[in-house]
């Protein structure tokens, strides 16, 4: 089955508001990172935080290894904030090989 | 920056065709890999190969094969393509296999007629 389920599938803000994205994950993992990719495609690395507190700029990941879960806060969402985010894990401990979830695709209206 | 280059942006071919996709980095990095994102966008890990070595291949049908000239240079064939093989192919390199971050190149969109 999946390894990593992410929710919403799909969100919409207004400019300004946060957002909170879920990542839970099946197996122990030994690496969590968050991408975005855009709606052109490419993908980007954002955060990578396997267990507590990280922030960049904007986002804030928080993960709790024991539950098995990550969330992403973006707060006051800009329209360029919009597209897909995607949480991915390796559950291995070599070889970075990372399982994605299918995203949470945001879209942040003026 | 773009620091992992890949050509060509997009390919439409015939089922039983063969086509060969490239991939460059720039980054001085020790391993690469090559993921496929289907039409549901889900990505999924194909091939790593750290320092020209095959480190990981994920039950890829045979008719994938990957190739590395050299540890700045992963190119992915694959010989008579299938209606299946209709994806996004995105390269991505790494500066270890155990290095936190990927740095993914803009993908190759195929299109299997």
């Known amino acids: 089955g999946q390894q990593v389920q992410q929710s919403p599938a799909s969100l919409v803000l207004q400019e300004g508001e946060n957002a909170e994205l879920q990542c839970n994950f099946s197996?122990?993992?030994?690496?969590l990172q968050w991408f975005y990719q855009s709606p052109g495609g490419s993908l980007v690395s954002l955060l990578s935080?396997?267990?507590g507190t990280k922030h960049t700029g904007r986002l804030t990941s928080t993960t709790v290894t024991k539950e098995r879960r990550s969330s992403l806060h973006i707060s006051s969402s800009q329209t360029t904030d919009s597209g897909t985010y995607l949480c991915?894990?390796?559950?291995?401990?070599?070889?970075?090989?990372?399982?994605f979830g299918s995203g949470t695709k945001l879209t942040v209206e003026p | 920056e773009t620091a992992v280059f890949q050509t060509p942006n997009y390919h439409v071919t015939q089922v039983g065709n063969e086509v060969s996709f490239n991939c460059k980095q720039t980054l001085g990095h020790d391993t690469m890999y090559w993921y496929k994102q289907d039409s549901k966008k889900l990505l999924k890990i194909m091939f790593s190969y750290n320092n020209k070595q095959l480190i990981v291949n994920e039950t890829v049908p045979r008719r994938f094969s990957p190739q590395s000239s050299d540890k700045a240079h992963l190119n992915l064939r694959i010989k008579s393509v299938e209606p299946e093989d209709s994806a996004v192919y995105l390269c991505?390199?790494?500066?270890?296999?155990?290095?936190?971050?990927?740095?993914f190149g803009s993908g190759t969109r195929l299109t299997v007629l």
């Open positions: 935080n396997p267990s």
């Open positions: 991915a894990i390796d559950p291995m401990s070599n070889y970075n090989v990372l399982y």
């Open positions: 197996s122990t993992a030994t690496q």
């Open positions: 991505a390199s790494s500066a270890g296999p155990s290095a936190e971050t990927l740095y």
